[in-house]
């Protein structure tokens, strides 16, 4: 076949159901990575370091405890897959507050920073349920013929992240493992 008719076999290899558990989960992988610039914002305001290992320690147990009690999901992927969306949103972190460290002045602060604790985490928290209940439905159909493909296709448009797709890569890793 040449280059169109593989494209349309490929195509129509991806059941409809797939694509819409697949899409599914990238939407709500974006929407995580998408809350990073705020966390950036509030941690350049408060001096806050990036890195949080107590706080993704925190995460990692109860998404485990979460995934442990609805069934259905390999442990070890459900925590390599949010030790990767904590490593793309630093990614966006530390791109954007090493940016600000070269034009900002240090003492700037910004007025419409969120708090950590009151503002952004509550919005990280109620993601991470949505996130395990996709992964869920993709944990299945992740070895399919095609899907592979698919989710790196996809994520192009679905997870903008960054320009150099360095942030979609990390988020994506243990998916494509
Ligand atoms: O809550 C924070 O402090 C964040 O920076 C967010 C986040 C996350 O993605 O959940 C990312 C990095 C930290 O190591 C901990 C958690």
């Given at each position: 076949p040449g280059p169109v008719d593989q494209l349309a076999f490929n195509d129509s290899v991806i059941a409809p159901s797939t694509r819409k558990k697949i899409n599914n989960l990238l939407n709500l992988m974006d929407q995580r990575l998408n809350v990073a610039q705020r966390v950036a914002k509030s941690k350049w305001n408060?001096?806050?370091?990036?890195?949080?290992p107590k706080r993704e320690l925190q995460i990692l147990d109860s998404v485990a405890a979460q995934a442990d009690a609805l069934g259905g999901l390999n442990p070890a992927l459900v925590r390599h897959f949010f030790q990767d969306q904590f490593d793309a949103g630093k990614i966006i972190q530390n791109d954007l507050l090493s940016e600000w460290r070269k034009s900002?002045?240090?003492?700037y602060k910004f007025d419409d920073a969120p708090d950590?604790?009151?503002?952004i985490r509550p919005i990280l928290d109620k993601l991470t349920p949505a996130l395990i209940a996709a992964l869920r439905d993709v944990q299945p159909i992740?070895?399919?013929?095609?899907v592979h493909g698919y989710v790196s296709q996809t994520a192009i448009t679905?997870?903008?992240?960054?320009?150099?797709g360095a942030v979609r890569r990390q988020a994506l890793r243990g998916l494509m493992e």
């Open positions: 408060s001096g806050a370091s990036v890195n949080d900002i002045p240090t003492e950590l604790a009151r503002d992740l070895a399919d013929p095609g679905l997870i903008r992240g960054d320009v150099n």
